[in-house]
């Protein structure tokens, strides 16, 4: 899927021989002892400066899922030592691939409980923004909530869902909730908004814009209001939907979606910035961040 967790092709191989080395699965070996001393160096500097930022702005069973894997801001992670630690507490394992990942082939990953993470990673230059997601993305942004079994138990649904949801026309909709939720999806604690979703955790500059700019709208999560709705990839969000817990998540997802798909046909599609009557709403943005950008690209 254009929202699953995959890469571009490694850059420091032809791509006729990263063919070659790809399996069915679209699954390939990471090779970790072929990283460079300078990529480890990007991991360092993008792995210190979140975890410097993301205290008192991550869901805590995000800090307690990089404790649990014991994670290491020295190196990119070797992924057969990661998977031991990951396996052993929710049944979860990463798997790397070379390019995005088709929708069946994603989906049959997810409900194996395998999550597919790019090999490479970002250049020196690419540090505050790139378009694919990498290494860093993928593992630090997206592997620690699944070591918390509530969010590996929707992970696994998720792709049980999507299984399901092959051969209709709904793909593009079941994307809404992966890009809402798991990429770019924001939880309400009792010490107030928290990230979660693994766009906005591996950016410093999306883990303080979704929290504390008055620009997007934050509404409460509510499944068909949220499957409704078109996202925008080129920049920040302009609207951000918050759950109560995973749990609540977990539950939603075990819903008949035959029968969401079929009310889905009923109604219109909503634009980010949109709003309803009958949204429950945590703040109004102003949509000003949004404005600026879309003048400025025209």
Wanted: charged share 25%; aromatic share 12%; with cysteine.
């Amino acid at each position: 899927m254009s929202v699953s967790a995959s890469s571009q092709p490694d850059e420091e191989a032809p791509w006729s021989e990263t063919l070659k080395s790809t399996r069915a699965d679209f699954t390939i070996d990471q090779n970790w002892a072929a990283y460079s001393e300078a990529e480890h160096d990007v991991w360092r500097r993008l792995y210190r400066r979140q975890c410097e930022i993301l205290p008192g702005r991550v869901v805590p069973e995000f800090l307690d899922g990089l404790a649990a894997l014991h994670m290491d801001e020295t190196h990119i992670p070797d992924f057969a030592v990661l998977n031991e630690k990951l396996k052993a507490l929710t049944g979860w394992t990463v798997v790397a691939v070379p390019e995005l990942v088709p929708d069946d082939i994603f989906f049959e990953h997810l409900a194996n409980r395998r999550f597919p993470v790019g090999r490479f990673i970002r250049r020196p230059e690419q540090i505050d923004y790139l378009e694919e997601p990498d290494v860093f993305h993928d593992v630090f942004g997206h592997v620690p909530l699944l070591a918390n079994p509530t969010f590996a138990n929707y992970m696994e649904a998720y792709g049980k869902g999507g299984l399901r949801a092959l051969g209709r026309d709904v793909l593009h909709k079941l994307a809404r909730l992966y890009w809402y939720t798991v990429e770019f999806g924001l939880m309400q604690t009792d010490e107030g908004l928290r990230i979660y979703g693994a766009g906005i955790v591996s950016s410093k500059s999306e883990s303080i814009f979704s929290l504390e700019d008055p620009s997007p709208n934050r509404i409460n999560f509510e499944l068909i209001r949220l499957l409704r709705t078109n996202y925008r990839i080129d920049d920040f969000q302009q609207v951000y939907f918050v759950i109560n817990n995973f749990q609540q998540l977990f539950d939603e997802t075990l819903q008949d979606f035959g029968a969401i798909y079929d009310a889905l046909e009923k109604v219109t599609d909503l634009m980010p910035p949109d709003l309803l009557e009958d949204d429950r709403v945590i703040n109004v943005g102003s949509q000003v961040y949004a404005m600026t950008a879309d003048d400025q690209n025209s």
